[in-house]
């Protein structure tokens, strides 16, 4: 039996609000069931209408949470060697960026000194000029990053903000 692919995206106003926030250093979290198309919202119109420095990064497996810090300081165009304050201290300035962590609530699985790793996240999501926009199936608040989460807007995308083609 054939079936077809269906896309999602968000309504109009509701992705108008999730770029202007991004593009003015709020972080997000956008989250709903998989397969409901929150990536294909990110890679095929957000990623393209930001007005950020932006940089993707999918947390599918296999991947190694010190791969991902050095991804990010690569992504910016920052020496790697660098220490994570003075990766921070760089991002923080010059013009706004946003920082894309598609598949986020894999994160939390995946490393044994995750409090280490939410601090060095938590940096980032504290800077003024820097979006960071997770991707996840649930709110944050489900995988007990509290005080992570504190830093963030949920944003749900279902059924009722979207539209299918």
């Known amino acids: 039996m054939n079936q077809k692919l269906v896309k999602m995206m968000l309504k109009y106003q509701d992705y108008k609000h999730l770029l202007c926030q991004t593009n003015n250093g709020k972080n997000f979290n956008l989250w709903g069931r998989s397969t409901?198309?929150?990536t294909y919202v990110i890679q095929q119109a957000l990623l393209k209408d930001t007005s950020?420095?932006?940089l993707y990064l999918a947390l599918d497996y296999p991947f190694d949470i010190d791969s991902i810090?050095?991804?990010?300081?690569?992504?910016f165009e920052l020496y790697a060697s660098a220490s994570?304050?003075?990766?921070?201290q760089s991002l923080s300035s010059g013009s706004n960026k946003l920082l894309v962590l598609d598949d986020f609530d894999r994160l939390h699985c995946s490393t044994d000194d995750l409090s280490s790793d939410l601090s060095k996240l938590k940096m980032l999501a504290n800077l003024d000029n820097l979006s960071l926009l997770t991707v996840s199936r649930q709110p944050l608040h489900y995988f007990n990053?509290?005080?992570?989460?504190d830093l963030f807007?949920?944003?749900q995308m279902d059924e009722?903000?979207?539209?299918?083609?």
């Open 153 to 155: 807007e949920d944003f």
């Open 145 to 149: 990053f509290q005080s992570f989460a």
């Open 160 to 165: 009722s903000n979207t539209h299918v083609f």
């Open 84 to 88: 994570w304050q003075q990766i921070v």
């Open 69 to 75: 810090f050095l991804a990010i300081s690569m992504g």
């Open 52 to 54: 950020c420095e932006a």
């Open 36 to 38: 409901i198309g929150k």
